[in-house]
T-cell receptor, first 116, second 114 residues
């Protein structure tokens, strides 16, 4: 049973380009969460999605960032016109239901974005 | 608003000794959960242990135990018999209410000396 799969693991972009990060949740999981980790910091919540719905995007920057979780296919975190400050590790997590106890929230290995 | 504080940016421990990593939290919600994650140099987030706010006993998972002091709002992680492979960043996190959104502390870098 595959875990949460994120790709690419590493992505390099020049300023002004677009970055697309993909997350395939664990099989059967319909809740997806994106977190961002700046160097030497803890993870910060960005957005919580269920299939075809954004439930909570309180942690998403208002501009240039968007996320989706379509009915078919992976969840996508999209960053337009990237800037150097977007360089970070982006983690996806998934769960079967909301409000799970520990061990039921599974993280992917992260996607590391470097903006030159 | 929720807040998690890890006051130790870095810790050293001798191999085979026990170590305590501090974590304090702040929330006004009576229902919450506390998590510890390990992040090795490879970068993945590895779940270690969980404590629910209504759990009567401190959580234990193998060499990991959580020293939960509700009145002090602390949830320290104790690692017994440290191993070289325990060298990593350790993050404390909290979930409030029914949601799955976690608030993370700033982390503690643990270094195990041979």
């Amino acid at each position: 049973n595959a875990g949460v799969m994120q790709n690419p693991r590493h992505l390099v972009r020049r300023r002004g380009q677009e970055a697309r990060l993909r997350c395939s949740p664990m099989k059967g999981h319909s809740h997806v969460y994106w977190y961002r980790q700046l160097p030497e910091e803890g993870l910060k919540f960005m957005v919580y999605l269920q299939k075809e719905n954004i439930i909570d995007e309180s942690g998403m920057p208002k501009e240039r960032f968007s996320a989706e979780f379509p009915k078919e296919g992976p969840s996508i975190l999209r960053i337009q016109q990237v800037v150097r400050g977007d360089s970070a590790a982006y983690f996806c997590a998934s769960s079967l239901r909301q409000g799970e106890a520990a061990g039921e929230l599974f993280f992917g290995e992260g996607s590391r974005l470097t903006v030159l | 608003a929720q807040k998690i504080t890890q006051t130790q940016p870095g810790m050293f421990v001798q191999e085979k000794e026990a170590v305590t990593l501090d974590c304090t939290y702040d929330t006004s919600d009576p229902s919450y959960g506390l998590f510890w994650y390990k992040q090795p140099s490879s970068g993945e987030m590895i779940f270690l242990i969980y404590q629910g706010s209504y759990d009567q006993q401190n959580a234990t998972e193998g060499r990991y135990s959580l020293n939960f002091q509700k009145a002090r709002k602390s949830a320290n992680l104790v690692i017994s018999a440290s191993q070289l492979g325990d060298s990593a960043m350790y993050f404390c996190a909290m979930r409030v209410g029914a949601g799955n959104m976690l608030t993370f502390g700033g982390g503690t870098r643990l270094m195990v000396k041979p």
